[in-house]
């Protein structure tokens, strides 16, 4: 089970850090999986922000290329989104994705948290 938590408020400029726990997973599938943060603005598609791999390699969407920052405990099977410098266009859901061949579609997502930047 995938599970967000970090979500809140804040204003222009402020920052927050996501959590998310994969429950359930042993150590060798959390550490080889491939792990991705995505977000989905009101009224828009869901779209991908950030991913980690195995090898700790980073991808970032461009909008938050040197804002945001994703990591990964393997130990604690816990993926990371460091968020500075928000911006209302940051204003999301956001969702955490494990990409394993061992966790089914379903059990991938967690179910989100709501990130709200005021101006």
């Known amino acids: 089970q995938v599970v967000e938590s970090g979500g809140g408020s804040v204003q222009h400029g402020g920052s927050l850090r996501l959590s998310c726990k994969v429950h359930?997973?042993?150590?060798?599938?959390?550490?080889?999986?491939?792990m991705a943060w995505y977000r989905q603005a009101p009224g828009k598609e869901r779209e991908l922000v950030a991913t980690v791999s195995p090898e700790r390699n980073t991808n970032y969407k461009d909008s938050v290329k040197g804002r945001f920052t994703i990591s990964r405990d393997n130990g604690k099977r816990t993926a990371y989104l460091q968020m500075n410098n928000l911006s209302v266009e940051d204003t999301a859901v956001y969702y955490c994705k494990i990409n394993s061949p061992y966790i089914s579609t379903e059990s991938s997502w967690g179910q989100g948290t709501h990130v709200t930047v005021s101006s």
């Open positions: 359930g997973a042993i150590l060798s599938t959390f550490s080889g999986a491939m």
